[in-house]
């Protein structure tokens, strides 16, 4: 009887810890996913206050704009939309009481037109002059052996604007550009296999498609930011009828040393990074020079009779690119936006239009 009585007891005992094991792991995992619940609702509440906050930081850059506009006929990196301290005092009147925001100004037409490579309405013909610059701008790589890009072959300059012009173009299969250009027959044969664009580009990524853009030279290495950093795929502007057209002119008080490089005759390369260096010296304050003077450039040594193609060259801008990123705790999210200045025609006032918006 007591042998029973024993069993019974530890069969009890048992029962007693299996059943307090049972709670207690039920309890952790209540626990767990309360934890993740609250966790995960902390951090959405956080990403709609960080995606707010953002997205006012570009209303504040519509508002900063849209007042240049009325001040000046022209854009430099002299403006209140280039200046951060400006922009920051801006952002000052924005009371939140938590989480930290930064906003920057780029203009958009300091880089090249992808798009304004080809003629409009019939793309199936060069424009020539875009076809210079590319070139030139494309030679910038070759020549920086130090960015350790290969730019031979299929990525030599003039193969690859071949390339991109068929690319771009809506004479599909007609006849390749030159011997080294690309349509549809030569990209079915890839794998995995694609069609060309034969349109415009919609997006900058569409250039990894096209042969001879290589990773290396879209991204960058290193040693010197890639194409894609000083391309953009708008700027398009009414055309014939109801068409559009991509003009491709590049506001020269704003350009980076590549497209400064690109916008220079051959013979005159050399003066690049001199007219680069006056820039800096001029929105450092160690030089005086109104960047507002559309021959502001003239007073650098050497290029005081140089004519600038009119075709490839503007001192305005109504396209810009603004990054405003909001902070919260140890998150980010950052607002990407194209702006398009325009005017109401109503009431002549000048306001901004999204063309692009994306959240990261």
């Not at 006929?73 to 930290?100: C, H, N």
């Not at 030279?217 to 930011?225: E, I, R, V, Y």
């Not at 603004?322 to 109401?344: K, N």
Request: aromatic share 8%; glycine share 6%; hydrophobic share 40%.
């Amino acid at each position: 009887m007591a042998a029973i009585a024993g069993n019974r007891r530890g069969i009890a005992l048992l029962v007693t810890l299996s059943v307090t094991t049972l709670l207690v792991a039920t309890a952790l995992e209540y626990n767990r996913r309360a934890r993740f619940t609250l966790v995960a609702a902390a951090a959405g509440r956080d990403h709609v206050t960080m995606t707010q906050m953002a997205a006012a930081g570009v209303h504040a850059a519509m508002a900063i704009l849209a007042k240049d506009k009325t001040d000046n006929t022209t854009d430099s990196v002299l403006d209140d939309w280039a200046d951060p301290e400006k922009i920051q005092g801006v952002l000052k009147d924005f009371p939140f009481e938590d989480g930290i925001l930064t906003v920057s100004i780029h203009d958009e037409l300091a880089k090249i037109q992808v798009n304004a490579l080809v003629t409009y309405p019939d793309t199936r013909q060069f424009n020539e002059s875009q076809r210079t610059l590319w070139e030139r701008f494309l030679q910038f790589y070759a020549d920086r052996k130090e960015a350790k890009i290969d730019l031979r072959g299929d990525s030599e300059p003039a193969a690859i604007v071949n390339s991109l012009k068929d690319w771009l173009d809506t004479g599909d299969d007609d006849a390749i550009t030159g011997l080294s250009g690309a349509e549809t027959s030569y990209y079915q044969g890839l794998q995995p296999p694609y069609p060309a664009r034969n349109g415009p580009v919609p997006d900058l990524s569409d250039l990894l498609l096209v042969k001879g853009v290589t990773p290396e030279l879209f991204f960058g290495t290193p040693q010197l930011p890639g194409i894609s950093h000083f391309l953009t795929v708008h700027g398009a502007a009414p055309g014939e009828g109801t068409g559009i057209t991509f003009p491709g002119r590049i506001n020269i008080a704003t350009a980076e040393l590549p497209v400064l490089f690109a916008l220079l005759p051959a013979e005159n390369e050399e003066l690049a990074e001199a007219l680069d260096e006056l820039r800096r010296e001029i929105v450092s304050g160690r030089q005086k020079v109104d960047l507002n003077d559309p021959n502001w450039f003239r007073q650098v040594p050497g290029l005081a009779e140089l004519k600038f193609d009119p075709k490839l060259v503007t001192t305005a801008s109504d396209l810009f690119r603004v990054e405003s990123t909001a902070a919260v705790a140890d998150a980010t999210t950052t607002v990407t936006a194209v702006l398009q200045r325009v005017q109401a025609a109503n009431t002549g006032r000048w306001t901004c239009r999204i063309l692009d918006w994306q959240v990261n």
